[in-house]
C-alpha cells in the first residue's frame, strides 16, 4: 500500500510540475499538497512538520512571486508605476479573461494600455509590455525551477 501512496504522491507532483509552466494548472501549490497528503499518509514521520513548513514557505514565495514577475519585468524595462499596475491587472484580468492565453497576453496588453495612457509614448509603452512579458517568462522558468527543486527534494527525503 505505501508503493502505490507514494506512486500518487509522485503522480500528483509530476502534474505539479507540469503546471509550472502550463497557466491553468496550480503547479506548485499541487505539489505541495502531494507532499502535506503524502506525510499525512505515513504519520509526518519522515515528511516532518519542518520540513512542511520549509516546503509551505517556498509554496507560499513562489506563489507570490509568480503574481510579481510581470510587473517587476515592466519596472526593470523603465516602466512608470502606472504600466506596472496595468501589466499586474492586466494578469488578473487575462486569467480570468482570456485563460492561458491571457496569462501571456494580459500584462502585456495591460502594460501597454496603461503606459501609453499615462505618457502617450508608443515606444515606452512598447518597453513597458515587453519588460512585462520578459518578467513572465522569467517567473515561469522560476516556477519550473522551484516546481523540480521540490521534487527531488521529496524523492531524496522519502527514498
Known amino acids: 500500500?505505501?508503493?502505490?501512496?507514494?506512486?500518487?504522491?509522485?503522480?500528483?507532483?509530476?502534474i505539479g510540475v507540469a503546471g509550472t509552466f502550463m497557466p491553468f494548472l496550480p503547479g506548485i501549490p499541487l505539489l505541495f499538497l502531494a507532499i502535506a497528503g503524502y506525510?499525512?499518509?505515513?504519520?509526518?514521520?519522515?515528511?516532518?512538520?519542518?520540513?512542511?513548513?520549509?516546503?509551505?514557505?517556498?509554496?507560499?514565495?513562489?506563489?507570490?512571486v509568480d503574481y510579481?514577475?510581470?510587473?517587476w519585468g515592466a519596472r526593470a524595462f523603465g516602466s512608470s508605476r502606472a504600466g506596472a499596475w496595468g501589466a499586474f491587472l492586466g494578469g488578473i484580468l487575462?486569467?480570468?479573461?482570456?485563460?492561458?492565453?491571457?496569462?501571456?497576453?494580459?500584462?502585456?496588453?495591460?502594460?501597454f494600455v496603461a503606459e501609453y495612457l499615462h505618457l502617450r509614448?508608443?515606444?515606452?509603452?512598447?518597453?513597458?509590455?515587453?519588460?512585462?512579458?520578459?518578467?513572465?517568462?522569467?517567473?515561469?522558468?522560476a516556477r519550473v525551477l522551484i516546481g523540480l527543486a521540490m521534487l527531488v527534494s521529496f524523492l531524496v527525503v522519502v527514498l
Open 121 to 141: 509614448d508608443v515606444e515606452q509603452a512598447g518597453r513597458a509590455a515587453t519588460g512585462a512579458l520578459v518578467g513572465l517568462l522569467a517567473g515561469t522558468f
Open 68 to 71: 510579481l514577475s510581470g510587473v
Open 39 to 64: 506525510g499525512w499518509y505515513e504519520g509526518f514521520q519522515v515528511i516532518t512538520p519542518r520540513y512542511l513548513a520549509v516546503m509551505g514557505g517556498i509554496t507560499i514565495l513562489s506563489v507570490i
Open 1 to 14: 500500500m505505501q508503493t502505490a501512496v507514494l506512486v500518487v504522491a509522485v503522480a500528483v507532483m509530476l
Open 94 to 111: 487575462g486569467l480570468l479573461v482570456g485563460g492561458p492565453m491571457g496569462i501571456v497576453l494580459g500584462p502585456w496588453l495591460g502594460a
